[in-house]
């Protein structure tokens, strides 16, 4: 049995160690230690990584009472000096302690519960049973938060045993049974918890609400604290000053700024399509029918450019066919079309074209598309085309 000496220590981040045995399982190799300072991954908390003399620690597994050390090369028997990634372990405390005071001031005073929580690499959550959540609540618990932060309140662990469990008043009832971990934010919170914790609340540095989203019924928080709360802060000026030198306003008119911006491009995009649309239907009057037939190859030009402009130029000429096609990095395009006074069923044609290709497509009789990979020259299609339709 590895004695886990994060339990004794959360703060430890050293310890000499011996291999005891060594595996591989479908995860990697792995090693057994007879003491560890890693965490294995658990209660939404995840692995501690480091490394076991010269070998990289890159994830850490409870495994039949074993705590398997996985690493990026096989590790021999010896004793080796293990050291933690110190700033990993450090991050996760201080969110999972985080989750522990604000779902405690969270289900106290307001009567939201805490159904599950996720402790991401770049964003911490919890999923609360409700499916909506007042903004004004959310700041009211957020001030108070730091407020208890700042007031350095205890954080402690013991055991207890499921008989000693009945006499304390615990959030939830544990999920394992036997000798029990508890956790306690002095006169704020008793949950059992296997994690690692800060021993006081300052150490969560502070506490930040970044957004909600319904999830499975309810809501899902984000949230961020201590020096990952601090870098999201960084970000976010970061980006504002970026944007206060694109937009030429000050940070408090950047929103107005944007939706000007938004509003201009709307209109611009408006106007280009319309110019598009002009430009469409002068390319379509501007083709000429050969023997019933316009068939003709474009570049990389998009598809729904092609169909658009098959029809209006069928819409010219109602007794026609037509072929279009757009070729590139060795794929095909097709868009066949006819005029309401031909006959020929255009999927029918298509599906012939791509028989020359590994493609697929569909439409009407009238109108046809799709394509595929293909070496095939562009003239074999237009011979095709001309066989199928030569007597419209």
């Not at 990026?72 to 372990?89: E, H, I, K, S, V």
């Not at 159904?115 to 957020?142: C, K, N, W, Y």
């Not at 023997?291 to 026609?320: D, M, N, W, Y």
């Amino acid at each position: 049995m590895t004695e886990k000496l994060y339990y004794e220590d959360s703060f430890l981040q050293q310890a000499q160690v011996s291999v005891t045995a060594s595996g591989t399982d479908e995860r990697g190799d792995y090693v057994l230690l007879d003491q560890t300072c890693f965490y294995p991954e658990g209660g939404g908390q995840p692995a501690d990584h480091g490394t076991i003399g010269d070998v990289s620690v890159i994830d850490v597994q409870s495994h039949d009472g074993d705590i398997r050390h996985y690493i990026n090369r096989p590790l021999g028997a010896g004793r080796f000096l293990a050291t933690l990634d110190w700033q990993r372990r450090w991050d996760h405390m201080q969110q999972h302690a985080g989750q522990h005071l604000l779902s405690a001031l969270l289900e106290d005073g307001h009567g939201y519960q805490t159904t599950s929580f996720h402790l991401g690499a770049e964003r911490v959550s919890i999923d609360l049973h409700r499916a909506s959540i007042d903004p004004f609540v959310l700041q009211q618990v957020e001030l108070e938060a730091n407020r208890l932060i700042s007031r350095h309140l205890p954080m402690r662990t013991c055991t207890v045993s499921e008989t000693q469990l009945h006499e304390l008043e615990l959030r939830k009832p544990p999920a394992v049974s036997g000798a029990i971990r508890l956790v306690e934010i002095e006169g704020i919170d008793l949950n059992a918890c296997g994690g690692t914790h800060p021993d006081n609340t300052a150490g969560i540095g502070l506490l930040k609400i970044v957004g909600t989203e319904k999830a499975k019924g309810g809501t899902r928080l984000y949230f961020l604290c201590g020096e990952r709360a601090l870098d999201y802060f960084a970000r976010l000026n970061e980006t504002a000053d970026a944007l206060v030198a694109k937009l030429h306003a000050p940070l408090s008119e950047l929103a107005q700024a944007a939706d000007n911006l938004l509003a201009e491009k709307l209109w611009a995009d408006k106007e280009i399509m319309e110019l598009k649309k002009q430009l469409i239907q002068a390319e379509a009057k501007s083709l000429a029918p050969e023997r019933g037939l316009i068939i003709q190859q474009f570049g990389g030009r998009p598809v729904k450019e092609l169909q658009q402009l098959a029809r209006l130029t069928v819409e010219q000429h109602p007794s026609i066919s037509v072929l279009f096609a757009a070729q590139e990095d060795g794929s095909m395009r097709f868009v066949c079309a006819r005029g309401n006074e031909a006959t020929s069923d255009m999927r029918e044609t298509l599906k012939r074209l791509l028989e020359e290709t590994d493609g697929k497509g569909g439409g009407t009789p009238a109108l046809a598309q799709g394509g595929g990979q293909t070496n095939v020259p562009f003239d074999r299609f237009r011979e095709i085309f001309q066989q199928l339709h030569a007597t419209n």
